[in-house]
């Protein structure tokens, strides 16, 4: 009996180890949606084919999110349609509260303005002020017409949901993982990373924040377990005028022009995809002292933030995640 007992308990612990997938088991797979490029880790044996349904999801919210597919719905609604989707009109309730959060610094009514710039299309260009003077009028969430699931915009708005779309994705990666069983994994959506599980080993995963300054380096080190940290960035996406002068793509939705708030990068960490997406873009434009302003209203997100001063300011929240990575910052944390 004691034997068989033996037996059984081996039997368990050899399928456990069986289990457990070993970091050389993780496999990447790359695409390019969203205008970004993508990557998913996972192992087992479903890998392949559970990468391949995660990029068809994407690719999917791609054709209904995308202003430059001429079929999305979003495309649609520029047009002046009314469209009825309820997960279209749920996303937009949630860009509409974030603007009122955030004191309309995250917007997707800068749709127009973004144009203006050369962003939507990759042939950038630096407006004149009256062009972007015309456009403000039209910027607002009050151009927004939302009844039930059923939406439409007011004359001359239009919607860019560029700042908040791949996060969205990443939380919709979350749903998918969840109905697949996946108990492990990484979906880095370009800056929009998802952390599932944590490795092999029961370590967390690694995440790099990018040095703004520095193609390849880092400024830290963030180890994550069932989170989404999403970078923001000015030097993600930007242009040089004759004069030297740079502009990127994160618009202050109050002048018209690329934000100047002091920051060079803001990564935010939370348990929705959605949110850290909206905020990251949101306190970009707001800067460091109303962003940790924003932190210790809503206590629902932890930030590390760079300075265009070469400081590192990170929130207590991720004291024990957060390792230093570059001599060329200085490093502070909030409380
Ligand atoms: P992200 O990389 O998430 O910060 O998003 C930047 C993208 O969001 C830009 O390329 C624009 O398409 C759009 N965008 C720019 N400024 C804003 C803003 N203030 N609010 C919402 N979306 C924005
Ligand atoms: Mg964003």
Redesign the pocket.
């Given at each position: 009996m004691k034997k068989i007992l033996m037996l059984i308990i081996l039997a368990a612990l050899l399928l456990l180890v069986g289990c457990a997938a070993q970091e050389s088991d993780y496999r990447t797979y790359d695409f390019f949606a969203m205008d970004t490029s993508m990557r998913l880790t996972l192992a087992g044996e479903d890998a392949l084919s559970d990468a391949s349904l995660t990029e068809q999801r994407i690719r999917a919210l791609e054709d209904t999110l995308s202003r430059t597919k001429e079929d999305s719905l979003v495309a649609r609604l520029n047009r002046g349609e009314t469209v009825t989707d309820a997960d279209l009109a749920a996303l937009l309730r949630f860009c509409m509260d974030y603007t009122e959060k955030t004191d309309g610094?995250?917007?997707?009514t800068?749709a127009d303005v973004?144009a203006a710039w050369g962003?939507?299309t990759d042939s950038y260009q630096v407006p004149d002020a009256e062009t972007l003077a015309a456009l403000l009028p039209y910027v607002g969430s009050d151009g927004i017409t939302l009844d039930g699931n059923t939406v439409s915009l007011k004359e001359n708005v239009r919607i860019?949901l560029?700042?908040?779309a791949?996060?969205y994705a990443s939380d919709c990666v979350k749903e998918l993982w969840d109905e697949l069983g996946i108990e492990s994994g990484i979906a880095a959506l370009g800056?929009n990373i998802y952390c599932r599980g944590s490795k092999s080993d029961a370590a967390p995963w690694t995440v790099g924040i990018r040095d703004p300054k520095a193609a390849d380096g880092y400024v830290g080190l963030l180890s994550l377990a069932d989170r989404f940290a999403?970078t923001?960035g000015g030097y993600?996406?930007w242009f040089e005028d004759e004069n030297g002068n740079i502009y990127h793509?994160?618009?202050?939705?109050k002048t018209g022009y690329p934000?100047r708030s002091g920051l060079s990068s803001v990564t935010v960490v939370s348990e929705s995809g959605t949110a850290a997406?909206a905020l990251?873009?949101?306190l970009?434009?707001l800067g460091a002292d109303r962003a940790i302003a924003l932190w210790r209203e809503l206590g629902s997100f932890e930030l590390v933030l760079v300075t265009e001063d070469g400081r590192v300011l990170v929130t207590e929240g991720l004291a024990e995640s957060f390792d230093s990575a570059s001599e060329d910052y200085s490093y502070e944390y909030i409380r």
């Open positions: 610094a995250f917007d997707v800068v973004v962003f939507t860019d560029g700042g908040i791949k996060g800056g999403v923001s993600e996406r793509h994160i618009i202050d939705p934000a997406d990251s873009t949101a970009y434009v």
